[in-house]
């Protein structure tokens, strides 16, 4: 079965970017399922970032389009974040998962990676 | 967007009872609604979709109703395992959104 697992540093400065990458395994990334991040802030509920097709498409979430880039490598099977002129306020445990249905936009979520907690702290 | 709201924010159940959890949207979403748990350290865990479809290997237990803005989950009999946060998850409009959860909690 499909799993995701993401990576990345756990420190960031304020004012800089945040990277991530989230790696499938068990899969394809070009299966025709969307592909997406979600982050949690610590004790608080869930919000998605943004999504990415195979193909390249993205769509970001309007609260944080101007800051996100999502972008996929097919050679490597993964795709990766990018949240640049980061505050305290993007401290949050940041995970990648799946798009259930097929083509489709907008989705529930199945399977999730394992999430990895990033702060911004000076 | 669409607001979702979930009542209560705590719940308090015995082990064999039976939990009921509320997910309002503020505006209609037909049945494009999911239902999650989340265990502390732990990534949310799907278990239905369609309002009322359970996910593969989800436990009969489970289950969801509702359609437009009021869904509902039930867990028919508390297992120990089941003590965790859950989530509510509108996927009809763009962007999706997520409720704030329901913690359940052992009485």
């Known amino acids: 079965q499909v799993q995701l697992q993401e990576s990345g540093p756990g420190l960031v400065k304020p004012s800089g970017t945040l990277s991530l990458t989230c790696a499938v395994s068990?899969?394809?990334?070009?299966?025709?399922?969307?592909w997406s991040w979600v982050r949690q802030p610590p004790g608080k509920g869930l919000e998605w970032i943004g999504e990415?097709?195979?193909?390249?498409?993205?769509n970001y979430n309007p609260s944080l389009k101007s800051r996100v880039t999502i972008s996929v490598d097919k050679s490597k099977n993964q795709f990766s974040l990018k949240l640049s002129s980061v505050t305290a306020a993007d401290t949050a445990v940041y995970y990648c998962?799946?798009?259930?249905?097929?083509?489709?936009?907008?989705?529930?979520?199945?399977?999730w990676g394992q999430g990895t907690l990033v702060t911004v702290s000076s | 967007e669409i607001v979702m709201t979930q009542s209560p924010a705590t719940l308090s159940v015995s082990p064999g009872e039976r939990a009921t959890l509320s997910c309002r949207a503020s505006?209609?979403?037909?049945?494009?609604l999911a239902w999650y748990q989340q265990k502390p350290g732990q990534a949310p865990r799907l278990l239905i979709y369609?309002?009322?479809t359970r996910a593969t290997g989800i436990p009969a237990r489970f289950s969801g109703s509702g359609s437009g803005t009021e869904f509902t989950l039930t867990i028919s009999s508390l297992q120990s395992e089941d003590f965790a946060v859950y989530y509510c998850?509108?996927?009809?409009?763009?962007?999706?959104?997520f409720g704030g959860g329901t913690k359940v909690e052992i009485k």
């Open positions: 998962a799946r798009g259930g249905v097929k083509q489709q936009t907008n989705n529930w979520f199945d399977p």
């Open positions: 068990g899969g394809s990334i070009s299966s025709s399922n969307w």
């Open positions: 990415i097709y195979h193909s390249g498409s993205t």
């Open positions: 505006q209609s979403v037909s049945s494009n």
């Open positions: 369609g309002a009322s």
């Open positions: 998850q509108q996927y009809n409009n763009w962007p999706t959104t």
